[in-house]
């Protein structure tokens, strides 16, 4: 599991960091209709190298926060491809 905040409608998706434990991400999809959420799990499937099917939101659909599923990795593995 691993928490984060998505701020939508960004320039560019990027990772801006990590906060008190959170990661912090800039999406450039605008936050309507689940567009959002969609191009959060392909980019994180992209820099994880995992399948966009294997990351799930467990919580947090409608808000910035959210808690993240990577099937297959624990948090110490997503962190460490993460700061690769």
């Known amino acids: 599991m691993l928490q984060v905040k998505v701020h939508p409608g ?6 801006t960091g990590f906060t008190s434990g959170v990661l912090q991400v800039k999406i450039a999809a605008p936050p309507e209709k689940g567009k959002a959420n969609k191009e959060l799990t392909e980019f994180l499937s992209q820099l994880l190298d995992v399948t966009k099917s294997s990351i799930s939101i ?5 808000g910035r926060s959210k808690l993240i599923s990577v099937e297959g990795l624990n ?4 962190i460490k491809r993460l700061s690769a």
């Open 10 to 15: 960004a320039k560019i998706n990027e990772i």
């Open 58 to 62: 467990v919580k947090g659909e409608t």
């Open 75 to 78: 948090t110490a593995e997503i």
